[in-house]
């Protein structure tokens, strides 16, 4: 049975704030809109202020995707534990989410300015 995955450019300027800063502003974000789910922000590692997130021995497996490995977000005094995923190590089909970040959208505030 095939489960559909799609990855798209977003259109615009993608920021992403946390306790009032700014962790993450790129133009190269990506959308993934997966059978079963809302659509998901990737945000490429580049463009992010990685001083705010702290690595944590979280992992969760997507049988889609593969393997996750989770970030807290530290800024201004706040903390949100396990607030970012990353694949570092996808499977094929969505190779192109290596590298990029994604976000709890009820644990940041996520805005996209149209291009």
């Known amino acids: 049975m095939s489960h559909r995955i799609d990855i798209l450019p977003t259109a ?19 959308t993934l809109l997966e059978e079963g789910h809302g659509p998901v ?12 997130f702290i690595r944590t ?12 490995s989770y970030y807290s977000l530290r800024a ?3 903390e949100a534990e ?6 570092e190590t996808p499977f ?7 590298g990029h970040l994604a976000f709890y959208p009820d644990r940041v ?5 149209p291009a």
């Open 76 to 78: 201004d005094g706040t």
């Open 57 to 68: 021995p979280h992992h969760t497996t997507c049988p889609h995707k593969g393997e996750a």
């Open 41 to 52: 922000q990737y945000i490429p590692r580049a463009d992010a202020v990685m001083e705010h």
């Open 12 to 30: 615009g300027r993608l920021k992403v704030t946390f306790g009032g800063v700014v962790v993450a502003d790129t133009q190269h974000a990506l």
């Open 109 to 113: 505030s996520i805005e996209i300015e």
């Open 92 to 98: 094929e089909p969505v190779s192109s989410i290596a």
């Open 82 to 87: 396990n607030a970012v995923w990353t694949y």
